[in-house]
């Protein structure tokens, strides 16, 4: 931190202590964000091999009903049985509801703790071009956009969305989907200059 940094941090002022809070926020996630885009040869490896898949149009969706037991179980074994396919193994993600952006702070950061970092900058993105995602949000948008923001909320497929276009990354998933197993979500309005995978 530099030292007027510093001067405008003790200022007592709330809005400007905040605001510096933020930018300071940012700058560190900028760094992370530029020292993780050195390691991500192993993506662009991961998605040179799974390029030959068919991959399904993604369509940013909010969560739906969740699974039951039965039908999760069924689903976990398959996907199993695809990641060991493709010479991938289940990397466990703990289950505290932020299990989505604890998963893109591994590829971001390789270090799932920085998820607030990550929902955080996605909740940002989500305000900031929230005419590329309020159509897929069939509840209230402000109503969705603080139910993002409470660490433990699920994320969803507009929250992925969000995630490739804030990051400007394509994100492949393998799932558990009977009709296909690849999808992938890449940046609305820029290439890709990067993959988590």
Not at 22 to 27: D, G, I, P, V
Not at 142 to 163: C, F, I, N, P
């Amino acid at each position: 931190m530099t030292e007027q940094q510093e001067g405008v941090s003790k200022s007592s002022s709330s809005s400007i202590s905040s605001s510096t809070q933020e930018s300071e926020e940012e700058l560190t996630i900028g760094t992370l964000i530029t020292e993780a885009t050195n390691t991500t040869n192993s993506a662009k490896s991961l998605g040179k091999r799974l390029s030959h898949l068919d991959s399904i149009p993604h369509t940013p969706r909010v969560n739906g009903k969740i699974p039951d037991f039965n039908n999760a179980t069924i689903d976990h074994e398959s996907l199993l049985e695809r990641l060991g396919t493709y010479g991938l193994a289940e990397y466990q993600i703990e289950g505290d509801g932020n299990c989505q952006f604890r998963a893109l702070a591994d590829q971001i950061f390789r270090n799932p703790d920085y998820h607030k970092h990550v929902r955080k900058a996605v909740v940002k993105q989500l305000k900031e071009f929230r005419k590329h995602y309020e159509g897929y949000v069939p509840m209230e948008y402000k109503v969705y956009l603080k139910k993002m923001k409470r660490s433990g909320e699920w994320g969803d497929h507009v929250t992925l969305q969000a995630a490739a276009d804030r990051f400007a990354a394509k994100i492949c998933l393998l799932t558990s989907f009977r009709d296909t197993c690849l999808v992938e979500i890449v940046p609305r309005d820029a290439t890709p200059t990067r993959e988590f995978c």
